[in-house]
């Protein structure tokens, strides 16, 4: 049977070391997700057969690693299923015994803070995410449906910092480089570190009911106006490959185009 644990290629790879998708498919219905088109996605989310015996075994063997895992790249860990599963909280204790750093990325909102007594057990050793991609309520129901709305996503991430976990945010798709900014300024008192990205696989001239912008020097704009804004804040950050070539001569640092930079280390 295939290794549940593993190293994500091509442009997941600048997300984490590793990863672990243990429910496939998700219920947020967003009309950008590209997993939509693989074989295994389904609506509502199901669990990976046997996963959390597959879990132990693997994390038995990477005990201590410096490697991080992400929870998770085709399925939301904290979606409505596991609220009443709790097969994330089971892999996090799993984690939590073999000291395996953690990431979680999830639009769920709130419900994550179910966990919020294990996330604390973790110390250092847990980064919390939140996808943000809009700032209003009216974009965000249109193009992710099911998903927690904006202001939601914000408190939570502020709830967890106040409670002394590390929290991070995924800056992509970007539909409106005006509400990436502004997501930034109204975030960046309780949000640790951020990745930006831009909008692959969806085809925003043709599908763009708002009207945003889809000039072709807005990415090269973005790069600009994001970092500007990141660095005057004082805020860890990764820019990823694609936005980056938007402007390559556009001066990064190192620690900017680390794709390991932000990620957790063993505890």
Known sequence: MAIIIYEPKGKAREYSPLALNHYLGCDHGCLYCFNKRRSYFTNPPHLVKDCLNRVKKEAYVLEGTNDQVLLSFVGDPY???????????????????????????????????????LFKKFKKGINIGATLTFSNDAH?????????????????????????????????????????????????????????????GYDLAK?????????????????????KKLRGYKKQF??????????????????????????????
Request: glycine share 2%; hydrophobic share 35%.
């Open 79 to 117: 979606c409505k299923k596991e609220m009443t599963q709790h097969v994330t909280r089971q892999v996090l204790e799993i984690f939590l015994q073999y000291r395996i750093p953690t990431a979680i990325l999830t639009k769920g909102g709130k419900r994550c803070l179910i966990d919020l007594a």
């Open 140 to 200: 965000s129901l249109h193009y992710e449906p099911n998903a927690a709305l904006p202001f939601e996503r914000f408190e939570t991430l502020e709830k967890l910092h106040k409670a002394g976990i590390r929290t991070w945010v995924s800056l992509e798709p970007v539909f409106d480089i005006k509400q990436t900014l502004k997501i930034i300024d109204i975030t960046h008192e309780y949000v640790d570190s951020y990745k930006v990205g831009k909008l692959n």
């Open 238 to 267: 990764y820019i990823k490959k694609d936005l980056h070539a938007a402007d390559p001569s556009f001066k990064l640092t190192q620690n900017e185009t680390d794709m390991n930079y932000l990620t957790v280390k063993a505890f």
């Open 207 to 227: 599908n763009n009911p708002f009207k945003f912008n889809t000039q072709p020097d807005r990415w090269k704009s973005l790069l600009h106006e994001a970092v």
